[in-house]
């Protein structure tokens, strides 16, 4: 009787301390920001601290692996984002494996990709601007935010699927691509969306299409590419929660809960909209299937293009 009410005691205690939120990417930007947002509504439902804690680098690989190999108690989570399902194709060798030794807890927002060009390009929707495209082969650039990165290659399906010839130019990291993009230095680019609203509300680049699987309440008037070109496309820099590999259900079901819930409350919904991200949510189980559907999706990306990034 013992054993069988240790469970239910753990989840009834649980968090007796408090907790930290592993963000794998620098403080500051569209993750960091998002995560600190829902970190500081769980502190207030929980009733316990859930501190942030940066370890960047490595696409997010070193946060990874330090969450792996934490203890599973629910004292330490992960901030995860889509490089969780990028990096296995990307990197020859891992420290760690998602799927062994992570558990999913929640999906917990995206922030949408936009497919902007440069206000001199003349076309105004995407049919068009494949045509202009299709019709001037190699004389289009396209930049991202590195390679590998979810802004190549979301632009590489999309320029594949479009039959389009343009160079691909790297940049490291968005700030860039986005001014050279507005100067006239490449012609076009799917970014994320927050990276490049102000120049989009400042007519420095036209917004043609985002790439989530429907149209976003922040830009109503602005297609997907999904209802365009590109029927079924969905891509996005999504987020979510995970802890280590073993993490009792009980907690991994509070965990869940209490995300869920402080993604529909009103005032995180609300910053969200302002930062360009969208709420989602989901069980662990749906969290998990998405991974595993994710990662087979950008496998198959990454041999296409042949990046490697060791």
Same mark, same amino acid.
């Given at each position: !009787?013992?054993?069988? =009410?240790?469970?239910?005691?753990? +989840?009834?205690?649980?968090?007796?301390?408090?907790?930290?939120?592993?963000?794998?990417?620098?403080?500051?930007?569209?993750?960091?920001?998002?995560?600190?947002?829902?970190?500081?509504?769980? $502190?207030?439902? !929980?009733?316990?601290?859930?501190?942030?804690?940066? @370890?960047?680098?490595?696409?997010?690989?070193?946060?990874? #692996?330090?969450?792996?190999? +934490?203890?599973?108690?629910?004292?330490?989570?992960?901030?995860?984002?889509?490089?969780?399902?990028?990096?296995?194709?990307?990197? @020859?060798? !891992?420290?760690?494996?998602?799927?062994?030794?992570?558990?999913?807890?929640?999906?917990?927002?995206?922030?949408?990709?936009?497919?902007?060009?440069?206000?001199?390009?003349?076309? /105004?929707?995407? @049919?068009?601007?494949?045509?202009?495209?299709?019709?001037? *082969?190699?004389?289009? $650039?396209?930049? $991202?935010?590195?390679?590998?990165? %979810?802004?190549?290659?979301?632009?590489?399906?999309?320029?594949?699927?479009?039959?389009?010839?343009?160079?691909?130019?790297?940049?490291?990291?968005?700030?860039?691509?986005?001014?050279?993009?507005?100067?006239?230095?490449?012609? &076009?680019?799917?970014?994320?969306?927050?990276?490049?609203?102000? &120049?989009? @509300?400042?007519?420095?680049?036209?917004?043609?299409?985002?790439?989530?699987?429907?149209?976003? $309440?922040?830009?109503?008037?602005?297609?997907?590419?999904?209802?365009?070109?590109? *029927?079924?496309?969905?891509?996005?820099?999504?987020?979510? #929660?995970? %802890? *280590? +590999?073993?993490?009792?259900?009980?907690?991994?079901?509070?965990? /869940?809960?209490?995300?869920?819930? =402080?993604?529909?409350?009103?005032?995180?919904?609300?910053?969200?909209?302002?930062?360009?991200?969208?709420?989602?949510?989901?069980? *662990?189980?749906?969290?998990?299937?998405? #991974?595993?559907?994710?990662?087979?999706?950008?496998?198959? %990306?990454?041999?296409?293009?042949?990046?490697?990034?060791?």
């Amino acid at each position: !009787m013992a054993a069988l =009410a240790a469970p239910a005691v753990h +989840a009834q205690a649980y968090p007796a301390k408090p907790i930290t939120m592993v963000i794998p990417f620098p403080p500051g930007g569209p993750t960091d920001m998002v995560a600190r947002l829902l970190a500081q509504k769980l $502190s207030e439902q !929980m009733g316990q601290p859930v501190v942030v804690d940066n @370890k960047p680098g490595a696409n997010g690989n070193i946060g990874g #692996v330090f969450v792996s190999k +934490a203890p599973a108690d629910g004292y330490t989570l992960l901030y995860n984002t889509s490089s969780i399902t990028l990096s296995p194709a990307l990197y @020859k060798s !891992m420290q760690y494996d998602v799927q062994r030794d992570l558990a999913p807890v929640a999906l917990t927002a995206v922030v949408p990709l936009a497919l902007v060009v440069n206000p001199a390009v003349p076309a /105004n929707n995407v @049919k068009d601007f494949v045509a202009y495209a299709k019709a001037n *082969p190699d004389k289009l $650039s396209y930049g $991202s935010a590195g390679n590998g990165n %979810v802004t190549h290659l979301a632009a590489y399906q999309f320029v594949k699927a479009q039959g389009i010839e343009a160079t691909h130019v790297p940049y490291r990291g968005s700030a860039p691509a986005d001014v050279d993009l507005a100067a006239g230095q490449i012609q &076009f680019m799917t970014d994320t969306i927050n990276s490049v609203m102000s &120049f989009v @509300k400042d007519k420095r680049m036209k917004l043609l299409a985002v790439t989530t699987g429907k149209r976003m $309440s922040l830009f109503p008037e602005v297609p997907t590419l999904a209802e365009t070109v590109m *029927p079924g496309f969905e891509a996005g820099a999504w987020q979510g #929660v995970m %802890v *280590p +590999a073993g993490t009792p259900a009980p907690v991994v079901q509070r965990l /869940n809960a209490e995300i869920n819930k =402080a993604l529909q409350s009103a005032d995180v919904r609300e910053k969200l909209a302002v930062q360009g991200a969208e709420p989602l949510g989901s069980t *662990p189980e749906e969290y998990g299937a998405y #991974v595993r559907k994710e990662l087979a999706r950008w496998a198959s %990306v990454v041999k296409a293009t042949g990046i490697t990034l060791d």
